[in-house]
């Protein structure tokens, strides 16, 4: 069965249409028109990606676009890992506490101390976090 939409999801997209100046009974004609339904709630996970890319204008505005391709890799990575459901909470925190516990190993520091913003990681941190999450894409793949 394919997972619903997240609320993260459905708030993200709801700011997004009335930012994009889309009215409700709008927004409704839409899903009902691509989907088939006429709620936000009844968006799958992968239809509520699509619909938020396309209203955002190609980019899901989760994450801000960054000019550091490795940086782009471990968001891309983060993102698809979510939709594949190996992640429940898909937020920037989350991102962070799962890059502090990637780099903790290495550091051997406290988590929380290590946890920080993808657009500081260097070439190789970022890295290490690609393959943890590639890890867990593939774990994802096999259940």
Same mark, same amino acid.
């Given at each position: 069965?394919?997972? &619903?939409?997240?609320? /993260? /999801?459905?708030?993200?997209? /709801?700011?997004?249409? @009335?930012?994009? =100046? ?7 004609? @839409? &899903?009902?028109? @691509?989907?088939? +339904?006429?709620?936000?709630? %009844? ?8 619909? &938020?890319?396309?209203?955002?204008? =190609?980019?899901? $505005?989760?994450? *801000? ?7 782009? !890799? +471990? ?8 939709? @594949?459901? #190996? ?7 989350? %991102? $962070? ?5 990637? %780099? /903790? ?8 101390? +290590? #946890? ?11 890295? !290490?976090?690609?393959?943890? %999450? !590639? ?5 994802? *793949? =096999?259940?």
């Amino acid at each position: 069965m394919t997972a &619903l939409a997240t609320s /993260q /999801q459905i708030r993200a997209l /709801q700011t997004a249409r @009335r930012a994009a =100046g889309i009215s409700d009974d709008a927004w409704h004609d @839409r &899903l009902s028109a @691509r989907h088939s +339904v006429t709620s936000t709630k %009844l968006l799958t996970a992968e239809q509520a990606d699509a619909e &938020l890319i396309e209203i955002n204008g =190609g980019s899901s $505005r989760a994450f *801000k676009k960054s000019d550091k391709p490795y940086v782009r !890799k +471990v968001y891309a990575l983060w993102t698809d890992a979510g939709r @594949r459901g #190996a992640i429940k909470d898909r937020s920037k925190n989350a %991102l $962070r506490a799962f890059i502090g516990r990637q %780099l /903790q190993a290495s550091a051997g520091e406290d988590p929380a101390k +290590v #946890a920080r913003d993808p657009e500081f990681l260097t070439p190789a941190e970022a890295n !290490k976090v690609s393959e943890g %999450l !590639k890890a867990m894409i593939n774990r994802t *793949k =096999g259940a």
